[in-house]
């Protein structure tokens, strides 16, 4: 039997679990911009990994029949729940083609942002008596 817990005892993926997953699979995919996503799957049962979100390019009509599927489980490595575990391209199974879409934008990390530099003041110049 399998060591895994069954898919209704993992806990959902949190935001970050999640941005970092579709990141991931966008990247896996090479889709071209703009991207849409569904909102958080519960697997097919007959799955290993209990969540999944599919995404697709909405460049165009024709980009959007490809759909990939990023999947979220349990990491076997490290034990932790509601990791990405890997993205494919999505097969029927998958359901993907009935999902609703929307469109996808990258939360902006703060660390990514340039600091804000202060306004400088300006230098005060001392007279010197002679």
Same mark, same amino acid.
């Given at each position: 039997?399998?060591?895994?817990?069954?898919?209704?005892?993992?806990?959902?993926?949190?935001?970050?679990?999640?941005? =970092?997953?579709?990141?991931?699979?966008?990247?896996?995919? %090479?889709? *071209?911009?703009?991207? &849409?996503?569904?909102? /958080?799957?519960? !697997?097919?049962? =007959?799955?290993?990994?209990?969540?999944?979100?599919?995404? %697709?390019? *909405?460049?165009?009509? &024709?980009?959007?029949? /490809?759909?990939? !599927?990023?999947?979220?489980?349990?990491?076997?490595?490290?034990?932790?729940?509601?990791?990405?575990?890997?993205?494919?391209?999505?097969?029927?199974?998958?359901?993907?083609?009935?999902?609703?879409?929307?469109?996808?934008?990258?939360?902006?990390?703060?660390?990514?942002?340039?600091?804000?530099?202060?306004?400088?003041?300006?230098?005060?110049?001392?007279?010197?008596?002679?």
């Amino acid at each position: 039997m399998s060591d895994l817990p069954p898919p209704d005892a993992v806990a959902q993926p949190e935001q970050a679990q999640l941005t =970092s997953g579709i990141a991931s699979g966008i990247n896996d995919s %090479r889709f *071209a911009k703009p991207i &849409e996503i569904t909102d /958080l799957l519960k !697997s097919p049962s =007959s799955y290993e990994e209990p969540w999944m979100i599919c995404v %697709r390019s *909405a460049s165009s009509d &024709e980009a959007r029949r /490809l759909t990939y !599927s990023v999947f979220y489980g349990t990491n076997l490595g490290n034990g932790l729940t509601g990791q990405y575990v890997k993205s494919r391209y999505s097969v029927f199974a998958d359901n993907c083609d009935a999902q609703t879409y929307h469109p996808y934008t990258a939360p902006v990390v703060a660390s990514a942002l340039p600091s804000p530099n202060p306004t400088p003041e300006p230098k005060k110049r001392h007279r010197h008596d002679q």
